[in-house]
């Protein structure tokens, strides 16, 4: 049986759905409340629970590099071959994964790169400000810390200044640094020595708990006067008169205008009318140590694993890793079990004894960037979702651009390179 937070008003008739209460649909929902809209969230589950329960914290308006970059088809088989590698594909799962693969490799052509990079920027710039914004009387403003993004390098000569991947952030206006050894370990002294090097993206932020963050704006949706409805969206229609229908357990419910924002499980609702995307899910975990005896001041990566590590509230946080195995593969626990290996070698004092463990689905397209934006032949739906590694901190700005559309305001971003209908 539904059940509906708000039973008072669950009646009543709304401006607009969301489907989906993690990150991106919580900030669409503030936003479009904030605009006086009459807004319902809808979820099979707590907000924020789901991806956006689990992620680094990052949020980083330097980090604007697309996951396929030049060269990187170079790197990938070694990462595969490799137990403790950042990326594994299930073998069962390669087939289904070929043409996804084909175009992310298409997407790291130098051109596409500064294309998708450009508009990562637009999506990523504001995210600290908005968050503070949104956070701000809730009495939860330090769950957002100003911080350094710390990229460690076990080779000096690996952290270089002259490439793409500092030039891009560089001309977007990001404060990066180089620093040595030395420095590193006086910002942050648990790294271990093994660490030479490191690239600093500074005037960055991160949050202590990417999990409560969604429930403190969930909150504050329900304050503005927002409705969450708890219940699994089995399809969506647009009706003859007009507007939409989504169907959940508790039967068909209209409203004129639906929002997706259900992160990887978006695509599925396209199908029945005929809308085929790209998305796939790629599975990351986490491993909390709940008693680290060490803290981290910043998020670090760990440049030659591909994984952040992160003090939170809940304490200290290793996440990455990037498989491929299907939407809602079982949890793969030696993906885990390396996070725990790789976390002691970060951070040699870190206590591993307690830990607590998570995985979660990244809903990613191939050229890095969100669906966002009108769907084609289909007036009153819009989508938000396909943020891949970077929802968390691209999600206020997306939730502004969704109120802009549904609203019918000038949206002050060239949405072309989120159109819904550009893998066709
Ligand atoms: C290990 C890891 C580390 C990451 N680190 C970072 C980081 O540091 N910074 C960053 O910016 N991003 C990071 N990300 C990416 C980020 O977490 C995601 O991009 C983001 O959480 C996606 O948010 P979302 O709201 O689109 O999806 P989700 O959080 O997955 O939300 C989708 C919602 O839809 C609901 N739903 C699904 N199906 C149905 C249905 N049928 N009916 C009703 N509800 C439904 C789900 O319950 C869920 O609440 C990381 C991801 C991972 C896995």
Known sequence: MARKDRSSTSAAPVDVAVLGAGIVGICAALSLAERGMRVRLVDRGDPAQATSFGNAGVISPGSILPN?????????????????????????????????????????????????????????????????????????????????????????????????DTALPRAAGADIERIDGAALRA??????????????????????????????????????????????????????????????????HAAPQLVLAMGVWSAALLRPLGIRLPLEAEHGYHVSFTDPGVTLHNSVMDMDMKFVASSMAEGLRVAGTAEFAGLDAPVNDKRLAGLVTLAGRL????????????????????????????FDGFPGLTAAFGHSHHGLMMAPKTGRIVADLVTGQPVNVDLAPYRPSRFR
């Not at 052509?109 to 508009?119: C, L």
């Not at 206590?351 to 990244?362: C, K």
Request: aromatic share 6%; net charge positive.
């Open 68 to 164: 396929s970059m030049p060269g990187l088809w170079k790197k990938v088989p070694g990462w595969l071959i490799d137990p403790l590698g950042p990326v594994s594909v299930r073998p069962g799962h390669l087939p289904r994964l070929a043409g996804w693969g084909l175009r992310f490799l298409a997407a790291g052509r130098e051109s596409r790169v500064r294309a998708i990079s450009a508009a990562m920027e637009h999506l990523t710039r504001d995210g600290i400000t908005l968050y503070r914004q949104h956070l701000a009387g809730t009495g939860h403003e330090g769950l957002i810390r100003d911080a350094s993004f710390i990229h460690a390098f076990r080779r000096a000569r690996d952290a270089r200044m002259d490439g793409l």
């Open 187 to 252: 910002m942050e002294p648990a790294l271990s020595p093994e660490f030479e090097a490191a690239i600093v993206l500074h005037g960055q932020a991160r949050t202590l708990s990417p999990g409560r963050l969604g429930q403190v704006l969930a909150k504050k949706f329900l304050r503005m006067g927002g409705e969450i409805e708890r219940g699994t969206v089995r399809s969506i229609r647009p009706q003859e008169e007009g507007g939409w229908a989504y169907l959940t357990e508790s039967g068909p």
């Open 347 to 374: 951070a040699p004092g870190l206590n591993r004894q307690a830990y607590s463990t998570w995985s979660g689905q990244r809903p990613s397209l191939p050229d890095s960037l969100p669906c966002l934006g009108r």
